[in-house]
């Protein structure tokens, strides 16, 4: 198995070493075959669409991982290693962070995954809590580790969408390990994906999307950059919650299957693509919103609902 890197000339972020570490993946075992995942007739979205929780919507041209590019690791950027412990807390020097930490809490379902064609979300949301999960596009009932789009039906659907889910097959294999979280393609056409989390450890501009063909995975969620990137803002914000707020972007993955999207493409939009999921990922948000109300828990709401 390969996996997708960085082009050797770009670097990871500079960091500051912080007092924070990020926590290991918690298993429920009393929960391990109930990820929740259902279907529906397609709904439109327009109030309730990703891209109006997304700052970002037009996208870079994507850019292809290859064998060639392979990224080495962490490379001692970061050692929030140090110290470790399973409920880390969130301090810092500023009032009032350092006598009201923020515990890390692991919640019951770690991600959520939304389906959309086009600008319509189809079926419910996909809740899940196993660590290894795949989305494919067969019509097997969705269980504890499959969310298959091919049981999902739509009145509304075109035949470019009918084209295109008939090309997901395998699809991808979403895990995550010690708060990480990758997607490795396992189906035969590329997918095409935009992660604020993994532009940012690379460098890239934000509104990149990154082209993951068969049989390569790609790491879509750095959870030490995290909460580097939290400590940092927390400092900066001194007390204002804007900048900590507008950090639930790095929380949200949107994939597309088959069909890219950017400036290059005729689909600039993720909403102008046929096939597409939005991967949320649960318990750094969660962190977000318990930092967010001490910032400023006397002023307008500021969580991630």
């Keep these: 198995m390969q996996t997708c890197g ?29 990820s929740s995942c259902s279907g529906s007739e397609g709904t439109n979205v ?23 590019s392979q990224y080495s690791g962490h490379n001692g950027h970061l050692s929030v290693h140090q110290g470790y412990s399973s409920s880390p807390d969130l301090q810092d020097a500023y009032p009032p962070y350092h006598h009201t930490p ?43 580790d499959r969310f298959c789009l091919g049981t999902l039906s739509n009145v509304n659907r075109l035949r470019i969408t009918e084209d295109v889910r008939a090309s997901i097959g395998k699809g991808v294999h979403i895990y995550r390990t010690d708060g990480d979280v990758y997607i490795e393609n396992t189906g035969s ?22 082209k993951v063909p068969p049989t390569l995975r790609l790491q879509v969620f750095y959870m030490e950059d995290f909460i580097v990137y939290l400590q940092q803002q927390i400092a900066l914000a001194r007390g204002k919650y804007r900048a900590i707020h507008d950090m639930m972007s790095l929380c949200n993955v949107r994939l597309s299957f088959v069909k890219g999207w950017g400036q290059d493409y005729p689909r600039k939009r993720v909403t102008e693509v046929p096939c597409w999921i939005e991967i949320f990922i649960n318990g750094p948000s969660q962190m977000l919103d318990e930092v967010l109300h001490r910032v400023n828990p006397c002023s307008e709401p500021c969580d991630s609902k």
């Design 189 to 210: 056409a590329p997918v095409f994906v935009q992660s604020q989390s993994c532009n940012l450890h690379h460098r890239f501009d934000t509104r990149t999307v990154l």
């Design 46 to 68: 327009a109030s309730d669409s990703p891209q109006d929780d997304l700052e970002f919507m037009e996208s870079n041209s994507p850019q292809e991982f290859s064998p060639d």
């Design 102 to 144: 923020v515990r890390y809490s692991e919640p019951l379902f770690w991600c959520s995954i939304k389906y959309y064609e086009f600008s319509d979300r189809v079926g419910e949301p996909c809740n899940v809590n196993r660590n290894q999960f795949t989305v494919d596009g067969f019509t097997d009932p969705s269980s504890g």
């Design 6 to 34: 960085t082009p050797p000339h770009y670097m990871a972020p500079d960091t500051t070493t912080g007092s924070v570490t990020p926590p290991r993946s918690i298993h429920h075992p009393s929960h391990s075959r109930n």
